[in-house]
């Protein structure tokens, strides 16, 4: 006899439609945020703060490397590198008809 998994969750797209779900009712939030990269036995860390709000938009401010952001109204993505006084720009606009799967929000 095999035991039950302790969710209900029968198939990928199960899994999706309940994390929708339980993003669905995220209004905002706010969390500290670490980020650690290594590149040739070399360590490279950051720290700052990241705001959401519902409808995509998201801020991460960094006080390590202290200045840089990266902000999105969820169709642009804008990212400064204090240092450099840089803006980097994205378009996040979703492309519909890329068959690669479903998109989450």
């Keep these: 006899m095999l035991a ?9 797209s199960e899994v ?3 994390v929708k ?3 669905s009712d995220l209004n905002s939030y706010k969390a ?3 980020i650690q990269t290594v590149s040739n036995k070399k360590s490279k860390n950051m720290k700052g703060v990241c705001l959401y709000k519902k ?5 991460y401010q960094f006080n390590e490397p202290s200045g840089d952001e990266i902000v999105s109204d969820g169709k642009t993505l804008y ?3 204090a240092r450099l006084n840089a803006v980097g720009k994205q378009d996040l606009t979703l492309n519909k008809s890329n ?3 479903p998109y989450f929000f």
């Design 32 to 34: 500290d945020f670490q």
């Design 55 to 59: 409808g995509g938009r998201i801020r």
């Design 4 to 12: 039950q998994p302790a969710h209900n969750w029968n198939s990928p």
């Design 79 to 81: 990212i400064y590198i």
């Design 16 to 18: 999706v439609k309940q």
């Design 99 to 101: 068959k690669s799967g």
């Design 21 to 23: 779900k339980k993003f």
